[in-house]
């Protein structure tokens, strides 16, 4: 059966008391919405409708193609967003299934749950709803003596008895797409000047046709974000769900309260997590790794048997085996060969290090390439900018920099040469030679066999 799915997304999300339009708030480093969006075409080929209102041109910048926009222009409730949806629906979709911008929980499975058990009733609707203690704003479901579904009564308006119903409707939906365009244009107008969705609700169950209703397992699924504590609840609950993902793909993570992994994020078999360790991005990691404590990676890619301990990685390259820290940092563009080895203090940038190369301590590799089997004295840095441009600098494999050795770009210290402490080398160093003082001078060369 064709599947149509609306988001609605046209609200001012006035509590979050903020400028930023409340679907665009992030959580785990993506905006709320773009979640409701990975769900919905996740069932569907159609492309998802978004209902958008305030702050519409920064989503529609934040989410690009792929989807249908639709504009509400005066905010007149759930029932008049859906409406704005009809030309573009009807008579292209069976179905139609109507979710929120700022419920990014919502699983697939769940809202596959909600569409097949209106099928399987032959029901004009469906609904997911929720048993909960805490309310939050949601409206009460109402039933009959015999378990139906009779009607849902917002919070504002229920008497103390329906106020006391612990059964709450989640606000996600699956309609007969026939039937939806025949009443929906029907819905009364509320008080406030509102028209509410879950007045359906009503119409189906006085008509004497079944409402479908399915509950859901898991209260964190349907939270709605309408506060910044909301906003911090919901990242508590989907790091709980990433965490235990990983942990029962074969990944140790010694505290999960501490642990901060994206949802981009990939992660192998053996490697182990330390407390207070963030993975971000599109990082991806491989097995039998080790990283943190106190460790940020960010859009990196880390080969097997890495090491990251108490450092920040970001846009980065770390081949198996290779390793950096503590207290170091990897800026974009660095690439850790295999074995390569950063100890602390260590700062690189669009710089390559070679296999087994090694910078040991407080140095600052920027724009460079270095060899395999290289050894960088501690203090060693590279001046790789004159004010107006970058240089690089290289280094040759085997070549051994000596302590407090400033490297002014460009230059090239050759394979196996070395540089004795302190040295400001402004000239290349010949492969195998010795060079040394200020500026250095070549005070050894290669002795031909």
Request: with cysteine; hydrophobic share 40%.
């Amino acid at each position: 059966m064709s599947l149509g799915i609306v988001i609605l997304a046209a609200g001012q999300g006035t509590r979050m008391r903020s400028a930023q339009p409340k679907v665009l708030h992030p959580l785990l480093g993506k905006p709320l919405l773009i979640y409701a969006l990975e769900t919905a075409r996740s069932l569907t080929s159609f492309p998802p409708l978004l209902v958008v209102g305030h702050g519409m041109d920064a989503v529609r910048q934040a989410v690009g193609e792929g989807v249908v926009y639709v504009e509400q222009s005066e905010q007149l409730g759930t029932g008049h967003a859906t409406l704005q949806t009809q030309t573009t629906l009807e008579g292209r979709v069976e179905e139609v299934a109507v979710i929120h911008g700022d419920m990014p929980l919502l699983t697939p499975t769940t809202l596959q749950q909600v569409a097949q058990a209106r099928r399987e009733q032959q029901a004009p609707v469906a609904m997911l709803t929720v048993m909960a203690d805490d309310p939050r704003g949601f409206g009460r479901v109402v039933r009959g003596s015999g378990s139906e579904v009779l009607r849902v009564v917002e919070e504002a308006e229920a008497t103390a008895e329906e106020l006391a119903i612990r059964e709450l409707n989640a606000a996600v939906y699956a309609f007969d797409a026939a039937w939806l365009w025949a009443h929906l244009p029907n819905l009364p107008r509320r008080r406030n000047g509102e028209y509410y969705l879950t007045d359906l609700i009503t119409a189906a169950s006085g008509a004497g046709l079944p409402v479908a209703a399915v509950t859901s397992a898991d209260p964190d699924e349907v939270l709605g974000i309408n506060t910044r504590v909301h906003l911090a609840e919901a990242e508590t609950a989907l790091r709980r769900r990433i965490n235990r993902r990983w942990m029962e793909a074969g990944v140790t993570i010694v505290d999960p309260a501490t642990a901060y992994i994206e949802t981009e994020v990939t992660i192998g078999q053996d490697t182990t997590i330390w407390p207070n360790t963030h993975l971000r991005g599109r990082t991806t990691v491989g097995s039998n790794c080790l990283l943190g404590p106190n460790t940020l990676i960010a859009d990196s890619a880390i080969g097997d048997g890495c090491k990251v301990i108490a450092s920040v990685v970001e846009g980065a390259l770390m081949e198996a085996g290779s390793d950096v820290g503590p207290f170091s940092h990897l800026r974009p563009g660095t690439h850790l060969a295999a074995g390569a080895h950063v100890g602390n203090f260590g700062e690189l940038k669009n710089t390559t290090l070679g296999a087994g190369a090694k910078v040991g301590h407080m140095s600052y590799l920027g724009d460079a390439e270095v060899g395999a089997g290289a050894n960088i004295g501690a203090g060693t840095i590279t001046c790789n900018f004159d004010g107006q441009r970058k240089h690089r600098t290289v280094i040759g494999a085997g070549a051994f920099v000596g302590s407090d050795t400033l490297l002014v770009a460009p230059v090239r210290v050759g394979q196996g040469a070395r540089t004795g402490a302190g040295a400001v080398v402004t000239r290349d160093i010949p492969d195998g030679a010795l060079a040394y003082g200020i500026p250095a001078q070549v005070k050894e060369e290669k002795k031909e066999k």
